[in-house]
């Protein structure tokens, strides 16, 4: 997976453009009633939600696989603490944070990983702490695209997984956490084969173990 978007960040630099998700916009907005001041965001990219965040003065550390993809966010926003490493094994982070949000991650993994990637993130957050997850729904456009590797899980480019989910399976993975707010938005991006829309579903959860 790290060939093909280090490939992909060093071709075409800001993929997504410079401008934020509307879930990270969403999200911030209910970090900030909550008063966090420490935010962590696995698979950060090139930095385009990580700079939303710090913006708003809390502090963000990003973790990125991607050489490539880190040396833009370096630049782009020298705010954020990037970290060139693997989520899959976060153990040199050092301390507990406040809350994570995790950008269209999770559904890039095979089964076994993305558990192995929950319970990374949830060792990675304080007690009340709280994450908020964006992943492919089976409402997408390209549900079914590629080869099915597993139920719900396709490899559309070698390298590349996509698995979809639907309400109850992305449940699943925070049930021993307090679910706060699931949901559906639309997400507007422009890349590749030009101005489309995801239909991304959401989670909001707080840790309470």
């Not at 990219?45 to 965040?53: E, H, P, Q, S, V």
Request: proline letters at 3%; charged letters at 30%.
């Amino acid at each position: 997976m790290n060939e093909y978007w280090d490939k992909s960040y060093r071709e075409e630099g800001k993929i997504w453009g410079e401008k934020p998700s509307r879930t990270a916009e969403y999200a911030l907005a209910l970090f900030q009633k909550e008063g966090i001041n420490k935010l962590l965001v696995p698979g950060s990219g090139y930095g385009r939600n990580t700079r939303l965040f710090a913006a708003s003065g809390i502090k963000v550390v990003g973790v990125e696989l991607s050489g490539a993809a880190c040396k833009i966010a370096r630049e782009f926003d020298p705010a954020t603490r990037i970290f060139n490493d693997n989520v899959l094994d976060m153990s040199y982070l050092a301390g507990n944070y406040d809350a994570i949000y995790c950008f269209n991650m999770l559904h890039a993994f095979r089964q076994y990983d993305r558990d192995l990637f929950i319970s990374q993130c949830t060792s990675r957050i304080k007690k009340q702490g709280l994450m908020f997850f964006t992943v492919f729904s089976e409402k997408e456009k390209s549900y079914g695209k590629g080869k099915q590797v597993e139920k719900n899980t396709f490899e559309s480019k070698p390298g590349r997984y996509a698995h979809f989910f639907d309400e109850d399976d992305l449940k699943a993975y925070f049930q021993k956490m307090e679910i706060l707010e699931t949901g559906l938005m639309e997400d507007p991006e422009d890349h590749g084969e030009g101005p489309h829309t995801h239909l991304l579903r959401y989670i909001y959860v707080r840790k309470t173990k």
